[in-house]
């Protein structure tokens, strides 16, 4: 991209993120988190340990983002179990860091990815609904 082209896309690109609904961004959130955590993972093969920490540390700040605007005790008993598995993945990625261990990512790559799905299927449903 040239000049005028790379800041439009910048501006469509900010402007998308600023327009976005508490929904869309949402699903933003746990899509950034499958990929940054399979960047993880695939830097622990290639024993990047820097790029591996960097990419599952910011895994794990979108599930603390996530953990912090998930509200208990409006969504009840569905909302404590998801914070629930949000905590989990937490602890499995940072173990995952601490050991370097790709056993370990995968199963929270298989968890992040089950959450991702969840609230892909959520938002399908809503837009039915609403």
Same mark, same amino acid.
């Given at each position: ?29 746990? =899509? ?62 940072? =173990? ?9 990512? =995968? ?24």
């Amino acid at each position: 991209m040239y000049g005028s082209q790379a800041k439009a896309y910048n501006v469509y690109k900010n402007n998308s993120i600023n327009f976005a609904s508490k929904e869309q961004l949402l699903l933003m959130l746990v =899509d950034g988190a499958v990929k940054f955590s399979k960047i993880g993972r695939q830097a622990i093969v290639d024993k990047n340990i820097p790029k591996s920490h960097e990419n599952i540390v910011k895994t794990q700040d979108i599930f603390y983002e996530l953990m912090a605007t998930l509200d208990v005790n409006k969504g009840g008993e569905w909302a404590k179990q998801l914070m629930s598995i949000y905590e989990f993945i937490v602890r499995t990625l940072a =173990d995952a860091n601490i050991k370097k261990d790709v056993k370990i990512m =995968d199963e929270a790559i298989s968890l992040i990815e089950q959450v991702k799905d969840t609230w892909h299927e959520a938002y399908k449903v809503s837009k039915q609904n609403g």
